[in-house]
């Protein structure tokens, strides 16, 4: 009983805008942050193996590619945080007209920059 | 977790067993609620400079509520990970792979999460 259904999603069908471009947003930084839960798993076993291993770890972590991905890393976090508070306050049936949408959404991504911004001065100054 | 229950609309689709869902959503909400603090809790820690060197970060480890909070931590994002990929491979992965995909989600999660654990466990008992 197989027949060509339309199947989910229909990405192509629709204009690009806030809305869709945070939700795949939340997504990507969803699966950045797997592959980082992972890399923290790593970086305990570096700890766990010695202070030799764990120099090794901070090391690449102070490299030039290690800095930029761990900036990244922390855009994904505070973005997916944020992000994911406005799903739970919209589970629990609240903002969920199209005005407040777009205006929590514009929140996320103003307050995702500032804390990325905020955490990176804290760190270096 | 309830038993895996095939109501008569499902049998008829051909669609499998329903009822975990619900408990999918639910779970996925509590693991996002509890991530809130712990990764909060984790990055005020690193920036703070908890774990710059290996003596540090056995200090640091060492004392039970930072121990208890990153096992916490290990637990609820592997667990959150693990079902948010399944979300996506359902979402977007049409053919007969799509199920080898989520094992493998499944299998590399708990492997993460088991593996994070034990180091953890290792870096604050062994000192």
């Known amino acids: 009983m197989k027949y060509p259904r339309p199947q989910s999603p229909n990405m192509q069908n629709y204009r690009p805008q ?108 | 977790m309830t038993e895996p229950r095939i109501t008569p609309y499902s049998a008829a689709r051909g669609l499998g067993a329903a009822g975990h869902a619900a408990s999918h959503w639910w779970v996925q909400r509590v693991s996002a609620i509890a991530l809130v603090p712990l990764i909060l809790w984790l990055g005020w820690a690193l920036a703070g400079g908890s774990a710059t060197d290996h003596e540090a970060l056995t200090l640091w480890l060492e004392a039970p509520i930072n121990l208890i909070l990153m096992i916490l931590l290990l637990i609820a994002a592997f667990h959150h990970a693990a079902l948010g990929l399944q979300a996506i491979a359902e979402d977007y992965i049409h053919s007969r792979a799509r199920f080898a995909v989520i094992a493998c989600i499944q299998l590399a999660c708990v492997a993460g999460g088991a593996t994070g654990i034990v180091a953890t466990l290792l870096i604050a008992l062994k000192a």
């Not at chain 1, 994911?84 to 996320?108: K, P, T």
């Open chain 1, 18 to 125: 806030l809305t869709s471009a945070m939700s795949f947003g939340h997504r990507l930084s969803g699966v950045a942050l797997s592959l980082l839960a992972f890399g923290l798993a790593a970086w305990l076993v570096a700890g766990a193996a010695g202070p030799v291993a764990f120099d090794y770890a901070q090391a690449a972590m102070h490299s030039i590619a290690g800095r930029m991905i761990l900036v990244l890393a922390s855009w994904a976090v505070f973005y997916h945080l944020c992000n994911g508070i406005r799903h739970l306050i919209w589970d629990s049936v609240h903002a969920f007209e199209l005005r407040n949408i777009y205006a929590g959404g514009w929140a996320v991504v103003v307050t995702s920059l500032v804390l990325t911004c905020a955490l990176w001065a804290w760190v270096l100054i």
